[in-house]
Each structure stands twice: as C-alpha cells, then as structure tokens.
C-alpha cells in the first residue's frame, strides 16, 4: 500500500510542533503523546481535521481558528469551537485571542467555529405562573440550551438569594420547598442564568403559598 496519498507529519513525542494549515494553527506541546504519531491534519474554512481519534493523549493541545475580521463584536462574543460528534456540535470551552478562537483538547476529530445566539430556554414545569404552589414539595424548572450550555444561574425569591440544584442530565434546576425562603401569601420569583457564552435571560414570575 503506498504512502503517497498520506501528507500526514510526525510527531515525535520529544518534540514541539507549531503546524500551520490554512489559515488555522494546531500546537503541540512535547510529550504530549505516548508514543510517536504520524497525524493527518485538513484545514477548509473554518473547520479543521485532525484525524480519527485514534491515539490517547497525555496532555491537550491548542487548536487556532482564524476569525472573520468583519465580524461584529456581539457574533464574535457568542462564537466558541465545536467538536463535531455525530453530526452534531458539542461546545468547548474557548477563547478569543488577537485575530484567532482558541481551544485546548485532548483528542483529535472534527473542530469547527460555531455560533450560539439563542437564548437559553426556560419553564416552569410544576407551577405556573400566579399558582399556589402550597402542595408542592418543589418548585422544578426546565432550563437549557441546547449549543454551549447552561454556565451559571441565580434564583432570588422575594430578593433573597435561594437555593435551586441543577440536574444537568434532565435540563433541571430545583428548590426545596421545606428550605421555607417562600412565605405565606404573595412571592416574586426572579431567576437569572447565562450560557456558555454569555447569553443571558431572567425569568420572572409570582406564586403563592
């Protein structure tokens, strides 16, 4: 079987690479393998290839993807690196640097620039809004998003600070309704939550206990 079709370069696990494709950039750093690798790297607008996961990795490597320079600031601050797995786009965490989106990872596949500019979602699943909600046990709400996550949220009752857990698995956060923040008669409801990248919401709403 001839190599020819293979532009793939090694790398020797002593060794620090800075390999240009495109316009994209992958570092890697020494001993970031176990063992030598021959990688075959592809670059085409804005997605990059680093190959079929095949090796494991000791430590990760960065991956530069060149930004569109007209690009305006609020698309460049909803922008981060996917992973595409399955056909579809998984988040990764990622930073803006001069004129590139940077990630660190540890396995090779697909990588691609993406855009998150939906709002998270969120809704109340055992109450509504105006509702008595004395015979609950918990107050639960649906909160998601469905391109770079959930990053953090904030639930006030009455303008107190209040305790909600997350269950990611189910898109979840929950509070204790025995924790007794809510009072007798009226309680405003304000939660505010943000994703990974910087979208963020409130909901607000009454109850009464």
Known sequence: ES????????ILTNQKYVINKGESVVEINRNTFYEDVLLNITSKDNTID??????????SIKLKLPIDKNIDSLSLSQTFIGKIVNDKISYMSSKINGSYITTNTSSLGKYIISRDS????????NFINKSN??????LRIRIK????GIKSYKA?????WTLFEYEPKQNLIFHDLSDSVIEDGENDLLIEFEDGVGNKQTYNTKIYY
Request: glycine share 8%; hydrophobic share 25%.
């Open 3 to 10: 190599n020819q079709s293979f532009n793939g370069i090694e």
């Open 50 to 59: 680093l190959g079929e996961e095949i090796t494991p990795f000791r430590s």
């Open 118 to 125: 939906i709002l998270p979602e969120i809704r109340p699943i």
């Open 133 to 138: 909600v004395r015979s609950n046990k918990t």
């Open 145 to 148: 998003d469905n391109k770079s």
């Open 156 to 160: 006030y009752i009455n303008g107190k």
